[in-house]
Every structure is written in C-alpha cells, then in structure tokens.
C-alpha cells in the first residue's frame, strides 16, 4: 500500500503546520495527537483532557547509512516553527536538540493524517502515517484503543539505504497532565511472531487512581529486519542519557539495554533494514493502552468541569483489559481495519459535495473521538459540551448543546441511543421536567433539576429521529411515556406554554446560558418541531388523540409566530417580564446565569436578528418533519441573518466575551441589531462568533436552496481552522472539540439529499444539487448513491452494516429492490 492510497482532503504547507494535532485514538478511549510536523503531543489518556501533555521523552528517530560510510539521524519531525526558538532556557520545544527534518508538510482526510518530510542531505524521504480505524454505525472497530503510525521510508537515491527507526517513550502511567503519581513503573519487553513491544505498567500504584493503568508500544518490522530494544535508558546527568541512546543508535543502528533506576523508565523500540535504491519500506507502531479508573463529574453546583470521586469506570477498558493484548488483536487485523476504514471515508472523500463542505463534516467528526465523549464501564455514552485544557468543560450531555448536531444518530446509532436512554428514562421526572445536564453516577441523574426549553425540544425531534432511522418500534414505546410528559411540561401553570396555545411565551432558559422572556423564534422554533415530532410518534403508538392536540397546538403556535414575531425581515423576540417570580415554575430559571430582574429582564434577546433563529425549522427540515413557518418567512429570515451577522473582518468588531474570530478573518456574528435597537445589556454571546451556530444557518441556506451563501460561511469557517490560526480538528466553542460544531454534518446530509426510514423501509433520493456520488446513512448502515447516466444503471452501495429496504424512491420513480435486506459489500444496479 503506498501513501497516495489514503484519500487527501487538504493539504497543508509548511506555514499552516503550528496548529495541527489529529486526534488517535477511538470513541471513548481518550487520544494521542499526531502534530503537523510528525510529533506525538497531547497523550490524553488517563482519563482527562490534557492539551499541551507529554512523555518526557517521547520521539521516533532514524537513521541512514549509505555505502559511501556516511552516517546520519534525524528526529522524524520537520522544522520547529520560529515561536519555539525563544526562552529563558533556550527553545522551550520538546526534541529542540535534535536534528531534523527541513521540510514538512501534512495531508489529511480524517481520521487519516500523513507527515511528508523531505531533507535534501538525507537519503531518506519519510512520511508518518497515522490514523485510528472508523467505521460508521460500527463502535465497536470504531472504539479502539490504539493509535496506527506507520513510518514509510523512501529511498530517492539508486544505491540501497541501510536504516534503523527507532521509537522512544518514557513509562507515563500514572500521570495524565493533572496527576503525577509513580508506583514502581517498569517496563516490560513483549514478543508475539512479528510483533514486538514494550508494555509500561506501575505496579504499585493505587488500584483506583485515576492515571492507573498500562501502555503498549508495539511494533510491525518487516520480516527481514534486525529487532532491537531498550527497556531502560542510562542514569546519567547533563544530558548524558539522551546522549548515550543517540550514540548508540548512529554507532551500528542496534540498541543495546541500560540500567535504570529512575520513576518513569524510557523504552525504546527499534528496526534496522535495507531500503533498496527506489524503494519503499514500512514499519509500524502501534500505540495501545488501558487506563480503567475514569471518575463521574460532579454534576451539582455551579462549577460544570469538575470530577467526583465515584470511578465509573470505561466501557473499552472492560473490552480490552490488557494493552500488549490490544496490539496483538490489531496487528493482526490491521489490513482489515486499515481497509474498513479506507472505504468509510472514501464514501464520504469520493461523493459530489465541494471540498471544503467534505472537510466540515468530516474533521469535526473528530470531536466524538476526543475527551469530551466518554463510554463507562456500563456501557452508556456521555459527553461534555467540550473540554478545557485540563478538565471538561460543562458536564451532563447538555442538551441545548448536543441538540444541533444530529451526526450521533446518522452515523452511530449506538451512540444516539444512549443519550436517549439517558434523557428519557434517568433524566425526565415525574412531572416531565428533563434535568438537562445529566449527573453521574446514574444514580444521581436528576441532580440538576433545571430544564431548558430549547435542549428538552431537541430531544423530542432527536427521538424522532432515531426512532424513524432504526423503525424500532420498542425502543419508541419504551421511552414513549417519559417522551410525552417532557411535551405536557411545557403546559404547566407558571410553564413555558401554560395558556396551551402553541407558543412558548415563559421564562425559557436556553443554550445562550440565560433566560428569555416571552415568544422569540428560537424556542418558538424548536417547540414547533417538538410538537410535529410528537404528533408522528403519538400516532406510532396508537396514541391519535394526542396526536390531534399535538398537531393543534402546532397549527396555531406557527401561524402566531408568522403573524406577530415575523418584522418583515427577520422573527424578533417579543420580550413578556414576568411580574411575580414566585408563579414562574420551579426548575425554569437558573439563578446565578440569567436575569436576576423578571419585571425589568436583561441579557435578553429582543429585536436582535439571531443566528439560529430557525434552528427549529433546520432540525425540522433535517429529520423530515416538514415545514413549521412560511416558505417565504423563513428564506427572508435566513437571507437576513446572512446580509446583516455575515462580517468580512474583525479588526474593529467590538465583543466584551470570547474571541472565536479576529483580524482579517470572516466569520457570521452571533447577532446584530439596528442601531437604536440594541438592549443595554444583550444576551451574553450576541457579539461573540460559534461555529456549530454559523454551520446551522448554513444548513439552513443549503435547504431553501441558498448554495453560495451557505458555502461562503462554510468556507468561512475552515479558512479560521487552516492550521496555522487554530487545530482544523478542535473548533472550539466553551472548550476544545466543542458537540455543536458536529452540526457541519448537517449540512453534508443537506447537500446528499438522501434521507432513510426505518419505519416504512425506503430510502429517498431527493433533489439534488450536483449529479455525482452522493452519500447516504441510517446510524446502522451506509453506503453511497451513484445516479445512472447514459453509460449505465444507478448504483446503490451498502459499504457498511445492513440496509432493510422495500423501495428505494428516485426522482418520483419507485424501485424494488432485488432482495429484502442489502449488505455490506452489494451494490444494487438500478435500472
């Protein structure tokens, strides 16, 4: 297999390197990052995020002999950039003393990332191939433990190249950038055929410390090469350690072992080979681990990243107890894995979407294999809204958050299904009320005890959805009753609907992290979906009475909210003070975040044209649910946000919050108001720039046809995340890796035009943009579409997982297909 056999979406030069860290590792598992220059950075393993953590050693060298007698070793990285020359101690860069590389660039289609690093007076070109297998709907390949970094070594020259490449690490267990706790670290050599590696325990430590555990480095050589290790470096001082590994290696490419009796022990693990003059050859490393003990956060109070004592414990260190084990089984399913994976991402890489809406949709992909998503040992799914550099940032699967983003329930099932488990059945009280930040451990789910209107009518629509992508008729009745009580709260005395008309006129807090006050489109919005989402899965269950009410309620709020919130322009927020808290229902306001005043409300949005004033009709659209708002309500509304919020350059943009954009760069503003319109005191993120926000109205532009405008944000967006400015696998929001930024696969799944149902077996092509491979999903399976031109039928593929179809609807045409049920690797020609 050669390089040019991944796909490459992007391609960065030398200038657009600083930023890059590709997150390794699989759902739930924690991460290693593969830098931009061929480093090994932020080892976010035990059990907590840790940007910026490291080994102190840790490095791949190598080293060239050629037939003339020269020796040289290299650092496999490429040039450090010019911001790490400076310090009071000299350069602050891990491996500044090492030589390396002078040329380095990075291509990419995640999860794949490869380092071309090229030095004229080295004979070998290198290029690190890193990646963690992903499948989707299939969490199980997709939840390894493991990261692959292959090192492929050229020969450019016509005379054999006599090499050795070596990985050295030092024992990290027992430390994960917050702790660091030793307890007899050992280093232990392992040996399994072709595999070699070098396993990292500590012994002695605590049972239940958090940075307990084991790793693994663990190599493929090929079967000709010389095998040889260290489990230890020397104790020596002034450098003399790295100094005598160095002199080892370049003396005969053979490593010797050491005494040690430091904490944290280093290893190294090395391969010494001939590349011929022309050729190529690969040698793999493969990182595995297992940190067990991941502790619940703490889900009461005001403090949202901190962590309780209670050890939940990681579904995948229950599946994967012993890292050397862990390499084993990947080594030898690699080319399997490897092959899986290519063809998952080759039917996202290979349909008709422009480049960049690929990219959006796929690199923030990434975020569910970060730590802001985690799996206990009990096998349910969480996530924070993002991560800090050292803890999590805001705990409890928020639901106004993870509410934008429907990549859960299109691509992994498993996953949407947990959430909904935990909405429904641990999360929604008695009286309907949905503690919209999940506690742990499960018993302490409804610790929170605050709704948020937004979050509570996502939830509603994502049930919808599941249900609707799966047609699991069990799974809907089950979590049916506490579904319907989380609409009926809405019309509670002192609710958010207590008059039953259709219109959310209450005290609503929402993801802006406050509360409004009276009728405004983005609550409006949502509730309208809610209530079509409920209507259809009342009449799933037999339930039609409610069903009708639903519908009501629906018919009515919507023609209110054309009627009195539309300004001709854009909807506006109609804001309603309350002049008796005490008649405001319990669990509706969050007393430290939204306005302490309820007669004189501030931190509203009132005559402000939002960002996301339609997110309810973006979801609605996205599951199928139809249209909630007038045709020409909401193209007005949409065009509006762009004309007025879409800014090119920042550098006199005035905002008191967050910075997500500045300079030159162009971004859509999360609100703009006319000049005489503006409250004194907005809600807190009006001035304030958002990703996962700008992605919903792109969708939303790609859905009333709106190409280019949807485009030039997108495009937007992914020029700020250029590696150079910031990670184009981390857009952040409150925290790295942030849930709503995974609302870019929207606007794939919006251009696709393919949408499935579980319920009645049809998969629909709708009208399409391009006319070129389009990819379709169901959260179980996936595949891609290619439509028939003169030179043949179209050609429906199942890539992955199982497709139970009765018809497949193309342009207005139905087709039978030839057998009930279509599985990974058919394709269907349809003619």
């Known amino acids: 297999m050669t390089a040019a056999d991944w796909p490459v979406l992007r391609s960065y030069d030398a200038a657009h390197l600083d930023r890059i860290a590709l997150p390794l590792g699989g759902i739930g598992t924690g991460t290693i990052c593969l830098g931009g220059r061929g480093d090994l950075r ?77 030095d004229k007076a080295f004979p070998l070109e290198v290029t690190v191939q890193g990646f963690n297998p992903l499948v989707f709907g299939d969490t199980a390949i997709s939840s390894l433990p493991v990261a692959v970094l292959r090192y492929r070594l050229h020969n450019r020259g016509d005379e054999p190249v006599h090499t050795t490449i070596a990985m050295s690490m030092s024992n990290l267990v027992g430390a994960n950038g917050t702790a660091d706790e030793t307890g007899h670290n050992q280093n232990t050599k392992r040996e399994s055929g072709a595999l070699h590696g070098i396993t990292m325990t500590a012994q002695a430590l605590p049972d239940d410390a958090e940075a307990a555990g084991e790793l693994t480095m663990a ?55 001939d590349v011929p003059g022309g050729g190529t050859a690969d040698v793999t490393y493969l990182l595995t681990w297992n940190f067990p003990n991941r502790r619940a956060w703490s889900g009461s109070g005001t403090h949202l990243g901190e962590y309780g004592d209670t050890v939940i414990g990681n579904a995948y260190s229950v599946a994967h107890r012993d890292s050397w084990a862990t390499a084993v089984l990947v080594a030898e399913r690699l080319p399997e894995l490897e092959g899986v994976t290519l063809d998952a991402i080759r039917a ?29 040992a009990a096998g349910d799914y969480y996530g924070w809204e993002g991560v800090g550099d050292r803890a999590g940032s805001c705990h409890g699967t928020c639901t106004h958050v993870w509410g934008y983003e429907f990549a859960t329930s299109l691509l992994f099932a498993p996953v949407a299904r947990s959430f909904r488990t935990t909405q429904y059945a641990r999360c929604t ?70 008059d039953q008309d259709g219109v959310m006129e209450g005290v609503q807090h929402n993801t802006m992290d406050v509360e409004y006050y009276g009728p405004n489109p983005q609550m409006g919005s949502w509730y309208l979906a809610a209530l079509r989402a409920a209507e259809e899965m009342a009449h799933a269950v037999g339930e039609s009475d409610f069903a009708e009410r639903c519908h009501a309620l629906f018919e009515n ?204 077996q049809v998969l629909t092509v709708g009208e399409r943009r391009a006319y ?51 599985r990974a690797g058919e394709v269907w020609k349809v003619t």
């Open 219 to 273: 190599m493929i050589a090929p079967s000709d090469a010389n095998v040889s290790h260290r489990t230890r470096w020397a104790d020596l001082s002034w450098g003399g350690s790295l100094l005598d590994f160095w002199d080892d290696l370049t003396d005969d490419g053979v490593l010797g072992e050491r005494e040690s009796q430091i904490e944290r022990p280093v290893a190294s693990l090395a391969a010494m080979l």
């Open 429 to 498: 009280d008695e009286s309907g009320l949905m503690s919209f930040r999940a506690g742990l451990p499960v018993e302490d789910s409804r610790v929170w005890r605050l709704a948020a209107a937004d979050g509570q009518m996502a939830c509603l629509v994502h049930l919808y959805l599941d249900w609707k992508l799966s047609g699991d008729r069990d799974l809907l009745r089950s979590l049916w009753p506490a579904a319907r009580r989380s609409l009926e709260f809405c019309w509670i005395p002192g609710g958010w609907d207590a």
């Open 348 to 376: 996202v890489v290979d349909t008709d979407a422009p480049v960049t809406l690929r990219e959006a949709a796929l690199f923030n992909l990434s975020t569910l294999r970060s730590p802001t998503v985690f799996q206990s």
């Open 557 to 760: 709020g919507s023609a209110w909210l054309d009627g009195n919130l539309f300004n001709g322009d854009f909807y506006r927020h109609e804001v309603r003070p309350v002049a008796d808290a005490d008649k405001i229902a319990e669990g509706l306001r969050h007393h430290s975040m939204g306005s302490a005043n309820t007669v004189d409300p501030d931190l509203q949005l009132a005559d402000g044209c939002l960002v996301d004033q339609l997110v309810g009709q973006y979801a609605a659209t996205l599951t199928g649910l139809g249209a909630l708002l007038d045709d020409e309500h909401v193209r007005s509304a949409l065009l509006a946000v762009h004309k007025r919020n879409f800014r090119r350059g920042f550098a006199h943009h005035f905002n008191p919050m967050r910075s997500f954009v500045l300079a030159d760069e162009a971004a859509v503003l999360m609100c703009t108001y006319d000049d005489d319109k503006r409250p004194v005191r907005p809600f807190p993120y009006f001035g304030e720039v958002m990703t996962g926000f700008e992605y919903t109205l792109a969708s939303g532009l790609l859905q009333v046809g709106e190409t280019d405008r949807a485009m030039e944000i997108i495009d937007a967006i992914r020029s700020r995340y250029d590696g150079r400015r910031r990670n184009p696998f981390d857009e952040a929001e409150c925290g790295h890796h942030y849930a709503r930024a995974m609302a870019s696969w929207s606007a794939f799944t919006t251009w696709n035009a393919i949408s499935y149902s579980g319920v009645n």
């Open 42 to 118: 932020d080892f976010e393993l035990g059990n907590r995020p840790a940007k910026g953590f490291r080994p102190d050693v840790m490095f791949v060298a190598v080293r060239a002999a050629t037939g003339n007698g020269h020796v040289e070793t290299l650092v496999v990285e490429g040039p450090l950039p010019v911001e790490e020359y400076e310090g009071a101690f000299g350069s602050p860069a891990p491996n500044h003393g090492l030589p390396r590389f002078a040329e380095c660039g990075f291509d990419t289609a995640y999860p794949f990332g490869q380092v071309r690093l090229r």
């Open 772 to 822: 070129g491979p389009a990819f379709w999903s169901t959260g179980s399976a996936f595949g891609t579409w290619e439509p028939s031109t003169s030179d043949g039928p179209g050609r429906l593929r199942v890539t992955g997982g199982d497709l139970p179809l009765k018809a497949l609807e193309v342009a207005g045409r139905t087709y039978q297909p030839p057998k009930a049920v279509l």
